[in-house]
């Protein structure tokens, strides 16, 4: 289980990463949609090629609804890895790798500070 305020964290600093990681955006949103992670209505949205938004205002789009859902709840955060280790393309290996490597030094981060509150407290 991932702590929400440190996914949400990784996924702010990755986003860029995950925009650039090649994954096909229909994939992304069917299995976003099979977790309720997005609803039908957010999944039209952000396919409709047909709108006045460009793909990547679209990616832009999803990508704030994952960050939001993460931040209220960190599990989804591991849901959206899997979907990137489904998919796995070099990039997305690359950016799992990363992500997992932020993840666990902020968790590091995190646990040293508290250590250091604690000895002055």
């Known amino acids: 289980t991932f702590r929400s305020d440190i996914a949400h964290r ?3 600093e990755c986003t860029s990463l995950i925009k650039n990681c090649g994954i096909d955006i229909h994939f992304l949103v ?7 992670i997005i ?4 999944k039209r949205e952000i396919t409709d090629g047909y709108t006045k938004h460009t793909a ?8 704030h609804i994952i960050s939001s859902s993460i931040s209220m709840e960190g599990e989804v955060f591991g849901i ?3 979907i990137l280790r489904e998919e796995a393309v070099i990039a997305t290996i ?3 790798s990363k ?3 932020l993840v666990v030094r902020k968790e590091e ?11 002055t407290s």
């Open 10 to 12: 990784v996924m702010t």
């Open 30 to 36: 069917d299995k976003l949609l099979e977790n309720n």
């Open 39 to 42: 609803n039908a209505r957010e």
């Open 56 to 63: 990547g205002e679209r990616m832009d789009e999803l990508l």
């Open 80 to 82: 959206f890895l899997d």
């Open 94 to 96: 690359i950016f799992l």
């Open 99 to 101: 992500a997992t490597d």
């Open 109 to 119: 981060e995190r646990e040293d500070q508290e250590r250091k509150n604690g000895m």
